[in-house]
């Protein structure tokens, strides 16, 4: 896959492919977002934001790993089976190394919360894109860049006009500090703001930590090449998943 619109960075190994989840494979996740529910959960309803606790991180409503793990495989079933496919994981030779969640406007509770406008009704909301730590604990590079890329082409192939999501800008970072890194939050569970913007991004809802941005799908972009491989990666995956599994649509 060709470089997509990273400055100075290396693309994802040609190795990594970027498949969709369906209900037969739930369980390719990468680890933390197999049990992570931070984007599935809308926080305590008598705070202000995610980030009320002080320290940043959210606490999960579940008490264990396991209850996590499936409320966050109900919240994707329900979404596959209603919308499509709403899961995407980057692989590298068999390990899983990223993962993209994403779906219709209100099917994601934690939007409510970041105070930068609600997501427009004509976009898909992208929740989590988190890759794996590669060498001196960084995500591995080029991992985001094959799952967005992966979700343009599968939004676009949809006739959907536009992606939202929320960003987390080095302001936020500073605030709540990387100690939270290990926590189910803001740090660990979201991108940074300036990696949707250098994509070709914009901020439609300003917001000091958590800004809204939006892609518009139809736009002219510079990795519109990376879309069309990943269009063509998705299409040949679904050919050669089983008639009962859910395909893209």
């Known amino acids: 896959m060709s470089e997509v ?5 290396d693309p994802a190994d040609s190795d990594t492919i970027v498949v969709p989840v369906d209900l037969l494979s739930l369980d390719r996740l990468d680890t ?3 049990a ?3 984007w599935q959960t809308d926080g305590d309803p008598g705070s202000s934001g995610p980030c009320s606790s002080g320290g940043g991180a959210v606490a999960p409503p579940a008490s264990s790993r396991e209850d996590r793990v499936f409320e966050k495989e109900a919240w994707l079933s329900s979404i596959l089976l209603q919308w499509g496919v709403c ?14 969640t994403y779906g219709p406007t209100g099917s994601v509770p934690r939007t409510a919360w970041f105070g930068s406008g609600e997501v427009g009704s004509d976009a898909v909301v992208l929740a989590e894109i988190y890759a794996v730590d590669g060498e001196a ?3 591995l590079e080029g991992v985001r860049d094959a799952l967005l890329a992966a979700v343009v082409a599968d939004i676009a192939r949809r006739g959907v006009k536009a992606i939202e999501t929320f960003g987390l800008t ?3 970072v500073d605030r709540i500090g990387l100690d939270a890194l290990s926590a189910c939050g803001p740090i660990a569970c979201m991108a940074m703001a300036d990696f949707f913007l250098a994509r070709g991004f914009e901020v439609v809802g300003p917001h000091e930590d958590f800004p809204r941005l939006r892609l518009e799908i139809d736009g002219d972009h510079e990795w519109q090449e990376d879309v069309e491989y990943a269009l063509d990666q998705l299409l040949f995956e679904a050919a050669l ?9």
């Open 241 to 249: 998943r089983p008639a009962k599994s859910v395909s893209i649509r």
């Open 5 to 9: 619109g990273r400055d100075g960075a």
């Open 170 to 172: 080095e302001h936020a």
């Open 32 to 34: 933390h977002s197999r």
């Open 36 to 38: 992570c529910v931070f």
């Open 137 to 139: 604990g960084r995500p």
């Open 87 to 100: 899961g995407l994981v980057a692989e590298n030779l068999g390990r899983t190394v990223g993962t993209a």
